[in-house]
């Protein structure tokens, strides 16, 4: 299967189907159109994996970037039926080539992907806090 890979722009209906289809929509408002809708416009960054022959979503990474020191990796989704093909690896890769050389990414790793995140080399931080959404 040939793969392109791009800055894209989505609706928030094939936002929460790739949510679903990766397993991430127990972890994200995936029901909630309104809310995924602002999701994706309050995001600086958005780099997709189609596949080409169907146009289809087979993954997605959505950031947040000021393109010059700080880019956070809000959320990582592929398609579970793709997984292990190296399609989360590139769009790391890709997000971290379009916010530029000068910015950090910062992610917060859902349990069962912190083994990924290690295998690609991530380096993990300690001094991070967070105050978590009240819902």
Do not use: W
Not at 13 to 38: K, V, Y
């Amino acid at each position: 299967m040939a793969i392109s890979y791009q800055p894209d722009t989505i609706t928030a209906a094939e936002f929460a189907d790739i949510l679903h289809r990766s397993g991430l929509a127990g972890r994200r408002p995936a029901d909630d159109l309104p809310r995924l809708a602002r999701m994706l416009k309050g995001a600086s960054l958005l780099v997709t994996a189609r596949d080409e022959a169907s146009g289809t979503i087979l993954g997605i990474a959505r950031a947040i970037t000021d393109h010059a020191y700080a880019c956070y990796l809000a959320d990582l989704a592929v398609d579970r039926a793709v997984q292990g093909q190296g399609i989360g690896t590139r769009l790391i890769d890709l997000t971290r080539e379009l916010a530029g050389e000068e910015c950090m990414l910062l992610l917060l790793s859902a349990p069962a992907s912190l083994e990924f995140y290690r295998r690609i080399g991530m380096p993990r931080v300690d001094n991070a806090f967070l105050f978590p959404r009240s819902r």
